[in-house]
């Protein structure tokens, strides 16, 4: 079987960019998409979470414009990441995917799943937000998960 480990890396021209990719599993109906941490690069990942989910359907690992093997700079902002994510979608002909994303990365998915449901099927939140920008908070510390979750799911809380 290809691993995260075996997959030759390879590369797709996004706004003259090259994007570095690695694409590999058991073919699939959708892939799961992976979107990393802030500045995290596809050769840090723990390969045991990727290549188990590669034995039962194909898995996509990116690195956006600036980060590991990638052509760029950084994104200054989540939407720009996005921008990069829709774009190397498009790159590759994906309509839709799943997605996991990891810390801020699931900043970016869910981003994405708000303002490009199209191209979304699920989401994986995995060490990560429940959102981003104006009105969202985090509980402060000490505090039991059912006060927590009573805050993220306050009616004042705004939608990213």
């Known amino acids: 079987m290809i691993t995260l480990q075996t997959v030759p890396t390879s590369f797709v021209s996004v706004n003259r960019l090259r994007i570095a990719y ?18 995290g690069s596809m050769d840090t990942l723990d390969p045991l979470l990727s290549n188990n989910i590669a034995k039962s359907r194909e898995v996509i690992i990116y690195d956006s414009a600036g980060i590991g093997h ?3 700079t950084v994104p200054d902002s989540i939407p720009e990441m996005v921008t990069v994510l829709v774009d190397f979608l498009a790159a590759l002909e994906i ?9 801020m990365g699931g900043g970016i998915v869910q981003y994405l799943g708000y303002e490009y449901p199209q191209l979304v099927h699920g989401l994986i939140l995995a ?5 981003i920008g104006e009105g969202a ?6 505090r039991s998960w059912r006060a927590r979750a009573q805050t993220m799911t306050s009616p004042r809380r705004r939608r990213i």
């Open 22 to 39: 690695r694409r590999f599993g058991a073919s699939s109906p959708l892939p799961l998409v992976y979107v990393n941490r802030l500045r």
């Open 70 to 72: 990638s052509e760029g």
């Open 95 to 103: 309509p839709k995917a799943d997605f996991i994303g990891f810390s």
């Open 127 to 131: 060490g990560t937000q429940p959102g």
């Open 137 to 142: 908070a985090l509980a402060p510390h000490g």
